[in-house]
């Protein structure tokens, strides 16, 4: 399975912000569509992201307060990225070895979305969902006359 078929099923919905934006508006844009990432875009190129994790840590930071900083001030200037051919299987141990919940997909300069790690985890869930069934089926027409354990 490819990143491209979890952006297809998972709709072309995205969020952005520049990184002169004040960080309380994307966290308000964040909390207002219920989503735990934004991309920072600027001048239509991928500047970073701002994850709950960065905003979390910014609120910790200043002892409650959200500041008064910009985006640009506590994104990750540096995310994983991946392109809409990448491997699914590739891209699941990359997610846990780097700790990332939120992914942009990129096809050179354009942004295609943003897949989650609950994304990949519901895609891989299905995709062996479908595989169980197909095997039960397989066992269940098995012919008589053929023994399963060759």
């Known amino acids: 399975m490819k ?3 979890i952006l297809r099923v998972k709709g072309t919905a995205l969020f952005t912000t520049p990184p002169h934006a ?3 508006q994307a966290v308000q844009t964040m909390a207002e569509n219920d989503i735990g990432s934004i991309v920072v ?3 239509g190129r991928l500047a970073g992201m701002l994850t709950f994790r960065e905003v979390l840590t910014t609120v910790h930071a200043n002892g ?3 500041g008064d900083g910009t985006v640009r001030d506590v994104m990750d200037a540096q995310p994983l990225i991946v392109g809409s051919d990448t491997d699914v299987n590739l891209l ?3 997610m846990l070895e780097k700790h990332t919940r939120y992914v942009p997909v990129m096809d050179g ?3 295609m979305g943003v897949i989650s790690f609950y994304d990949v985890a519901r895609a891989v869930l299905e995709e062996q969902g479908f595989e169980n069934k197909m095997l039960k089926a397989y066992i269940r027409d098995w012919p008589e006359s053929e023994s399963p354990a060759a």
């Open 64 to 66: 409650g307060w959200i």
């Open 92 to 94: 699941r141990p990359l």
């Open 3 to 5: 990143v491209s078929d």
């Open 109 to 111: 300069d354009t942004l």
């Open 22 to 24: 004040l960080l309380w």
């Open 41 to 43: 875009m600027d001048r």
